[in-house]
C-alpha cells in the first residue's frame, strides 16, 4: 500500500499532503503568503500526526516541481530532497501545471482545453494547454496576457477552462463566450494522483541533480547605494 508525502510550494499556498494508494488522506497549508520556510516541516509534521504515520512509514516523497515562486520551489525541494536522502527514500518531480490541469479536468469531465496559470507578475502568466486525458497540447511557456489571447481557439469555438492563481487577474481580458473559470488553485492535494501513477511507474528523480523548474530568473532588486 504506497504512502506518499507530497509537498506543493511553487505558490503563496504551502501545502503539504499524505496519499495513500492515490488517495489523500490528510492535507494541511496555509495562504499567509510566502511562510514556506518557517511553516513547511510543520505541516509535514501535522500531516503524518493526523494518521499516525512517521517518515519511515513513507514509500517516497513528490514535490510540486514548478514553474512557479523561485523561493517557494527552492524551499520545497531542500526540504524533498532533506528526507529522501536522510532516508533513502525515492523522489518524485511532478509538474505544476500539469497537476492544476488535472485536478480542473477531474472536477470539469468535459471535453475542452484546460489551461492552468500560475501568475508571474504583472500581466504574465507560466501557463500550458491539455485535454481532458492530461495530455499536453502546448508545452509550458511565459505568456503575457492581452485580449487576443488564446484568439486562435476561441475562433473555432472550443471551450477553454482557465485555472490556477494567474487565472483571476486574466479575466477581465478574456471576455470570449468560450472561455470559462475554475476555482482550482495549487494545493498538495491535487499531486496524489499523479505521484501514485509515477511511482508506478518508476518515474522517480536523480535526488543530488535534481533542479526545479524556474523557467526564468528569479526578479532581484539592487539597493540603492547608501550615501
Same mark, same amino acid.
Given at each position: 500500500?504506497?504512502?506518499?508525502?507530497?509537498?506543493?510550494?511553487?505558490?503563496?499556498?504551502?501545502?503539504?499532503?499524505?496519499? @495513500?494508494?492515490?488517495?489523500?488522506?490528510?492535507?494541511?497549508?496555509?495562504?499567509?503568503?510566502?511562510? @514556506?520556510?518557517?511553516?513547511?516541516?510543520?505541516?509535514?509534521?501535522?500531516?503524518?500526526?493526523?494518521?499516525?504515520?512517521?517518515?519511515?512509514?513513507?514509500?517516497?516523497?513528490?514535490?510540486?516541481?514548478?514553474?512557479?515562486?523561485?523561493?517557494?520551489?527552492?524551499?520545497?525541494?531542500?526540504?524533498? +530532497?532533506?528526507?529522501?536522502?536522510?532516508?533513502? +527514500?525515492?523522489?518524485?518531480?511532478?509538474?505544476?501545471?500539469?497537476?492544476?490541469?488535472?485536478?480542473?479536468?477531474?472536477?470539469? +469531465?468535459?471535453?475542452? @482545453?484546460?489551461?492552468?496559470?500560475?501568475?508571474?507578475?504583472?500581466?504574465?502568466?507560466?501557463?500550458?494547454?491539455?485535454?481532458?486525458?492530461?495530455?499536453?497540447?502546448?508545452?509550458?511557456?511565459?505568456?503575457?496576457?492581452?485580449?487576443?489571447?488564446?484568439?486562435?481557439?476561441?475562433?473555432?469555438?472550443?471551450?477553454?477552462?482557465?485555472?490556477?492563481?494567474?487565472?483571476?487577474?486574466?479575466?477581465?481580458?478574456?471576455?470570449?463566450?468560450?472561455?470559462?473559470?475554475?476555482?482550482?488553485?495549487?494545493?498538495?492535494? @491535487?499531486?496524489?494522483?499523479?505521484? +501514485?501513477?509515477?511511482?508506478?511507474?518508476?518515474?522517480?528523480?536523480?535526488?543530488?541533480?535534481?533542479?526545479?523548474?524556474?523557467?526564468?530568473?528569479?526578479?532581484?532588486?539592487?539597493?540603492?547605494?547608501?550615501?
Amino acid at each position: 500500500m504506497t504512502k506518499i508525502l507530497c509537498i506543493e510550494t511553487a505558490t503563496e499556498i504551502c501545502s503539504v499532503s499524505l496519499s @495513500h494508494e492515490g488517495k489523500t488522506i490528510a492535507l494541511a497549508e496555509t495562504d499567509k503568503g510566502f511562510s @514556506h520556510a518557517s511553516t513547511l516541516t510543520i505541516l509535514i509534521q501535522k500531516c503524518l500526526d493526523e494518521v499516525n504515520l512517521t517518515l519511515n512509514d513513507l514509500d517516497a516523497v513528490a514535490l510540486s516541481q514548478g514553474p512557479g515562486s523561485y523561493t517557494g520551489l527552492r524551499i520545497g525541494v531542500s526540504v524533498a +530532497k532533506g528526507i529522501c536522502y536522510a532516508l533513502d +527514500k525515492p523522489m518524485i518531480a511532478i509538474d505544476t501545471l500539469e497537476a492544476l490541469a488535472w485536478a480542473c479536468a477531474n472536477e470539469e +469531465k468535459q471535453d475542452v @482545453h484546460y489551461c492552468p496559470m500560475i501568475d508571474a507578475r504583472r500581466m504574465e502568466v507560466y501557463t500550458a494547454m491539455y485535454n481532458l486525458q492530461n495530455e499536453e497540447e502546448q508545452s509550458v511557456n511565459a505568456l503575457i496576457v492581452e485580449t487576443n489571447a488564446f484568439e486562435d481557439i476561441f475562433s473555432k469555438e472550443e471551450t477553454i477552462i482557465f485555472c490556477g492563481n494567474g487565472a483571476e487577474k486574466c479575466k477581465p481580458l478574456l471576455t470570449s463566450s468560450f472561455a470559462k473559470f475554475s476555482p482550482i488553485i495549487c494545493s498538495a492535494k @491535487h499531486l496524489s494522483f499523479l505521484a +501514485k501513477k509515477y511511482f508506478d511507474e518508476g518515474k522517480f528523480c536523480d535526488v543530488a541533480y535534481f533542479s526545479p523548474l524556474y523557467y526564468k530568473s528569479p526578479n532581484i532588486t539592487i539597493p540603492r547605494k547608501i550615501l
